[in-house]
């Protein structure tokens, strides 16, 4: 009974981590270039109470022996970088990747980070940055007489000057891909740092070496699907619920011993 106590405890655990997980997901529905994550479990050790194969005589085998199992534990949380809805939004800055790939994005202290989200603005300098102030690169700065920002399906960004009749070109937006996206860290503010399991950046231009394009007007939304939140919210509620069934019948299993009398 002891056992049971302990592994019905580890799935409460495991089912609270669950919907911690879903908890977050829904948290950011409307967070734009979010990416869902999906806790992924696994089975504890086992107690091996008789070893398969052992000799039951001197002649048979035991065709199956006996294991219990200790419990559940969370395994991963694995980023799904599906593509989310795009939302058109009419800003001359809001862009979204159709297709595979990472805007990169200058930290303060130099490092490079990664990002679907799109939704970027103008600084006091007309640097290209995101809602923290955080540049995109490689930088691309757009002239203060500027009258019309226009970004092509491959990154070149133009504008239209206040008295000239023909664009001007001010620079290009690059994308980069990772071998496993999956193994990037989160940093919150809607950005990425590169890991040991993600792999080294390749930089290309949209379109090209399987990167995606850049649509003008759009923005990525979350890939979250609420229905599917909400289902999985359920499932762990109710699996929380049982475990601490098994908890209470283990429990009430110990005080039926403890008031035995001889």
Do not use: C, H
């Not at 490092?111 to 995109?136: C, E, H, I, M, Q």
């Not at 070149?156 to 994308?175: D, E, K």
């Not at 950046?201 to 759009?218: D, K, R, S």
């Amino acid at each position: 009974m002891i056992r049971a106590l302990w592994t019905a405890a580890s799935g409460m655990e495991s089912q609270q981590k669950s919907i911690d997980v879903v908890a977050n997901n829904l948290a950011n529905v409307n967070t734009a270039g979010f990416k869902k994550s999906r806790a992924d479990f696994q089975d504890l050790m086992y107690q091996n109470l008789k070893t398969t194969g052992s000799p039951s005589t001197n002649t048979t085998q035991v065709p199956t022996g006996i294991q219990i199992g200790l419990g559940s534990r969370l395994a991963a949380v694995t980023k799904i970088f599906t593509t989310g809805d795009f939302s058109q939004t009419g800003n001359e800055l809001d862009m979204a990747i159709e297709g595979d790939g990472f805007f990169q994005i200058q930290l303060p202290d130099g490092t490079t980070a990664y990002s679907r989200s799109g939704a970027f603005k103008k600084d006091n300098t007309g640097r290209v940055v995101t809602s923290d102030g955080y540049p995109l690169l490689p930088a691309i700065t757009i002239p203060a007489n500027a009258t019309k920002t226009s970004i092509g399906n491959d990154g070149t960004v133009s504008v239209l000057q206040a008295g000239q009749n023909t664009p001007t070109q001010v620079g290009n937006i690059q994308l980069v891909l990772f071998s496993n996206p999956a193994g990037l860290s989160a940093q919150g503010k809607n950005l990425f740092i590169e890991s040991e399991a993600s792999g080294a950046p390749t930089t290309g231009t949209p379109g090209q070496t399987g990167l995606g394009t850049i649509a003008q007007y759009f923005l990525e939304m979350s890939n979250v699907s609420v229905m599917e939140e909400m289902v999985n919210m359920i499932t762990g509620q109710r699996a929380y619920e049982v475990n601490s069934k098994a908890v209470q019948a283990a429990d009430e299993m110990l005080q039926t011993a403890n008031n035995l009398k001889r």
